[in-house]
């Protein structure tokens, strides 16, 4: 498009076409189209463009310099003459004049068209010549120019996750629509870490240095070297050969993964199994992560004892483990950017150890070698793979053929042996069964019945030495008096015991009287048992306030133990043997030990008038180890005359402590000059640990 500006005339354009078609060593004159000795005028040499001649500027400014011909005095120069014309020649703006004989002028802008405030970017002439008595030769110059922005050039990145240790390469797509005059010089690229960074320092210009790609529009791509791990922002303008960068830079981010993705093992704890086992591999990676994306995607694999990898698309995959025997388990795992775990030398695969048993162990009873140890039972567990478990096992016990459920007995495991001691006294005569149950470590279990050499494992009980207890009351020998009533008196036969198993099993004493006990411990055979510990078991009748009372005796070199029985309630006693390991428990009979209650009675005189004062009666009931309730405890009040049988006449209640009292006043006269004798007497009564008994009587007459 040309510019409209004055014209100088034909002749100056006659000028302008001669000076662009003047041969080499030749100039053009602008007043005259014939070529003349350039001896004849003021000759300018050596003119310069400030920054280079062929160089496109986007500053509307230029600077000029020249020099004179040493054959030229300044002094014949009288001016400087300058003209710029357009790719036309139209002159774009009227020629310069410029006094005297300077040698360089400053600042020269190009005009912006009418109507318009930029310039118009292109190619331009400078002509300069001298003058002095007459024009002297002219000298050119190119000007280029152009200050438009090239048009947006957009990155073009890989997409998704890139390795830490591959590069990745900026694809840059070229500028759209017409491109700036002066061309493409080429591209300027920022990266950088987390958000975007002008490629330039200037809003509108690049410079050379700061251009990345020079290789014109068609240098569209660029290494941008190993990058930090983490997200980047790659933002690129394009550059035209004057400098000017596009407006606005086009940015894309660029993701980098460095980090290898982490794996987790589940399924297995490295323990023991007694079934397959399910292993799962996981993997998780913070970055680019482990989505499922197809077969080039994050993948994760699971390989067991070497054998093929079974591999899953994303985060995680399963494998089964069988049989028995210690297996291995490698995972590896790729994520989304390829970085590999386990795939490659550098980066071994994650490894676990899978132990599976799925043999049960072996189980028999031992025999039992100690005659000392008659109650003892062992068994023998074996495991060839995973081991017995020390922690569990059982040895258990059943009546021979009674198909009841096994009874498990206290059992401890030591030495590969399970060892349980059978409580034989607990269990009546007869045969038993045993049963051994023990487990490997991998929880496989086995039981059985049968010793070592195949034989049922049956014990008849008892299996220690019968112990037995003879008991009874009196020291060494009981003599006994065997008393009959004969009329009015008794007659009585001295026996003398020394059976204690012969003697009577109860006794009745006065009340606050102990009583001797005596017994022998002998075997099934009768031989004595000596130096044993028996223990004689006192249960005092209800009502009693003594708890039961054990006390340890041991026994002679005849087997024979003594001991006296301390006053107190009513009982039962038993003597006890708790047996030990090759001597069976044993109990002798109870025996029954009864005790009088203790009644008081005494009258307040031994003579009473007839409808005179009252006889009090008063008197007290013993209660030692024994508890009264607080309303007391019923007392009969009974009289007898010579010859006939007691009477009651009245029942009186006692205090919480025991204590009665109660008045009786004579009213008859036929018992004036009577003798009467009274008596208390306590009656059985329930929860009362003491025999019915009554008081020494009393003697009261009537007058």
Not at 55 to 81: C, G, I, M, Q, Y
Not at 488 to 501: D, W
Request: aromatic residues 6%; hydrophobic residues 40%; charged residues 20%.
């Amino acid at each position: 498009m040309n510019r409209a500006f004055p014209r100088v005339g034909s002749a100056l354009a006659t000028f302008a076409v001669a000076l662009a078609m003047a041969p080499s060593g030749a100039v053009a004159d602008p007043n005259d189209d014939a070529q003349i000795p350039v001896q004849e005028r003021p000759r300018l040499v050596g003119l310069e463009l400030s920054g280079g001649e062929g160089v496109w500027r986007a500053e509307n400014r230029f600077n000029l310099s020249w020099k004179f011909d040493a054959s030229t005095p300044k002094s014949a120069v009288t001016a400087v003459h300058y003209r710029v014309l357009d790719s036309n020649l139209n002159d774009v703006f009227p020629p310069v004049e410029l006094a005297g004989s300077p040698e360089s002028v400053l600042g020269v802008r190009l005009p912006a068209p009418p109507g318009g405030t930029l310039a118009i970017p292109g190619q331009y002439t400078a002509r300069v010549w001298a003058r002095g008595v007459s024009d002297g030769p002219v000298s050119v110059v190119t000007l280029r120019f152009d200050d438009r922005p090239p048009a947006e050039a957009a990155p073009r990145l890989p997409t998704g996750w890139i390795r830490g240790d591959v590069e990745p390469v900026l694809q840059i797509a070229h500028p759209q629509g017409p491109q700036p005059l002066s061309g493409i010089r080429g591209y300027a690229v920022s990266v950088r870490a987390g958000s975007a960074a002008p490629p330039c320092a200037g809003p509108e210009r690049c410079s050379e240095v700061e251009t990345d790609l020079h290789a014109g529009i068609g240098g569209d791509t660029l290494g941008l070297g190993l990058l930090a791990e983490g997200a980047h922002v790659v933002s690129v303008v394009a550059v035209s050969n004057s400098g000017m960068r596009s407006q606005r830079a086009e940015s894309a981010e660029l993701r980098i993964d460095s980090t290898r993705p982490d794996l987790f093992l589940g399924g297995s704890d490295g323990g023991w199994s007694n079934q397959p086992v399910r292993v799962i591999a996981t993997a998780t990676d913070a970055l680019s992560g482990m989505a499922a994306s197809g077969p080039t995607g994050p993948r994760t694999g699971i390989a067991v004892d070497d054998g093929p990898r079974t591999v899953a698309q994303g985060n995680e995959v399963t494998a089964i483990v069988a049989g028995s025997g210690i297996h291995t388990v490698a995972a590896s795992a790729r994520d989304a950017a390829g970085n590999v775990r386990g795939e490659d030398g550098a980066s071994p695969p994650l490894t676990a150890v899978v132990r599976i048993d799925e043999v049960p162990p072996s189980i028999s009873f031992a025999r039992n070698e100690d005659p000392g140890e008659p109650e003892l039972l062992e068994a023998t567990v074996s495991d060839g793979l995973s081991g017995t478990d020390i922690s569990r096992g059982s040895i258990a016990v059943r009546p021979l053929g009674s198909g009841r459920p096994f009874e498990p007995l206290a059992t401890s495991f030591s030495d590969g042996r399970l060892f349980a001691r059978w409580d034989s006294d607990s269990y009546p005569k007869g045969s038993y069964e045993f049963r051994a149950t023990g487990f490997d470590v991998a929880g496989n279990a086995a039981s059985s019945t049968l010793r070592a050499h195949g034989a049922s494992m049956i014990l008849a009980n008892p299996v220690k030495v019968p112990v037995a207890i003879h008991f009874g009351f009196g020291g060494r020998r009981l003599v006994w008096h065997r008393c009959a009533r004969v009329g009015e008196g008794r007659r009585c036969h001295r026996e003398v015991i020394e059976s204690f198993s012969r003697r009577p099993q109860e006794r009745v004493v006065p009340y606050g009287q102990g009583l001797s006990v005596g017994g022998r411990l002998v075997s099934a055979s009768g031989a004595p048992l000596a130096g044993y510990a028996v223990d004689l078991v006192e249960s005092f009748d209800a009502g009693a306030t003594i708890r039961p009372r054990t006390t340890s005796v041991t026994t002679d070199a005849e087997g024979v133990f003594l001991a006296r029985l301390a006053s107190g309630p009513g009982r039962r006693v038993e003597a006890r043997f708790g047996g030990n390991r090759i001597l069976t428990r044993a109990a002798s009979r109870d025996l029954r030990l009864g005790v009088l209650t203790s009644v008081r009675l005494r009258a307040s005189t031994a003579t009473a008038a007839i409808g005179g004062d009252p006889v009090v009666f008063s008197g007290r009931v013993g209660n030692f180890g024994a508890a009264i309730p607080s309303f007391g405890r019923p007392v009969q009040l009974q009289f007898r005359l010579p010859g006939s049988s007691w009477t009651e006449f009245r029942t009186v209640q006692t205090d919480a402590e025991g204590r009665f009292r109660y008045p009786y006043s004579f009213s008859d006269d036929d018992s004036r000059g009577v003798r009467f004798l009274f008596r208390a007497y306590a009656p059985p009564q329930p929860s009362w640990p003491y025999e019915p008994a009554a008081s020494r009587p009393v003697a009261v007459t009537g007058y």
